[in-house]
């Protein structure tokens, strides 16, 4: 049973403290979303990976926010440093990345729940 | 400025009648539509979806309408049930755009048994 798995699955942490949030990709997909859910805003688009490659990060604060793919297994979110209005619920989704890109389905793991006191 | 909108933040059916969601849209080049499901502490789940060469798409209760003209679709949920109560969101693509996907905010359907 092929899932997007997100850790931790919950995080609290201080103002001005580093969070980083881990995604593993479902096996043998090759594009990866960074979403955020949150209740006036719904689901953002953070950053958007193609064969590891970002290709669309624009939905980021980039001052503090920071999205890599060290290997096709991994991609991770970073905040440096967290602040009160970071606290959401970030999802990461993989899709197949198939020829008819447009028609694809992304897969959502649960999120991970961040509290920045 | 949301391209994609769901203007009903809840909605309270009960159990054995039908379920309509509503979705708004302002980019016109937006060609592909999809309706993800979301339970508590769970990610979404792909539900069902649309593209733009067709005005109706049905898998077993779960039907969604476009109307091009007006930018809208909808998900009726027919007989609705108390597990289909969570949180339901519209996204919507564009060909240009990749497989990139803007979603609404979400309605959350809650069916009374």
């Known amino acids: 049973d092929a899932r997007v798995t997100q850790t931790p699955r919950h995080k609290v942490t201080e103002m001005g403290q580093e969070v980083t949030m881990r995604c593993q990709p479902i096996l043998g997909h090759n594009t990866v979303f960074w979403y955020r859910q949150t209740m006036m805003q719904g689901l953002e688009l953070l950053a958007y990976f193609r064969n590891r490659a970002p290709l669309d990060d624009s939905g980021m604060p980039k001052d503090r926010f920071s999205a890599e793919m060290p290997d096709a297994t991994l991609a991770t979110l970073k905040i440096q440093p967290s602040e009160p209005r970071d606290s959401a619920v970030y999802f990461c989704a993989s899709g197949p990345g198939t020829v008819a890109l447009w028609r694809e389905t992304q897969y959502f793991g649960p999120g991970t729940r961040l509290l920045v006191l | 400025d949301q391209q994609v909108k769901q203007n009903s933040p809840s909605l309270s059916v009960q159990e054995g009648r039908i379920s309509i969601l509503n979705c708004d849209y302002t980019?016109?080049?937006?060609?592909?539509f999809l309706w993800y499901k979301k339970y508590p502490a769970e990610g979404p789940t792909f539900l069902i979806s649309i593209s733009s060469i067709k005005d109706k798409n049905e898998d077993g209760r779960f039907t969604v309408f476009l109307n091009k003209s007006a930018k809208h679709l909808s998900l009726h949920i027919v007989p609705s049930q108390p597990g289909d109560s969570a949180v339901y969101f519209c996204a919507a693509s564009d060909n240009n755009a990749g497989n990139m996907l803007t979603f609404g905010g979400g309605t959350r359907l809650m069916v009374k048994p």
């Open positions: 980019n016109s080049m937006f060609d592909y």
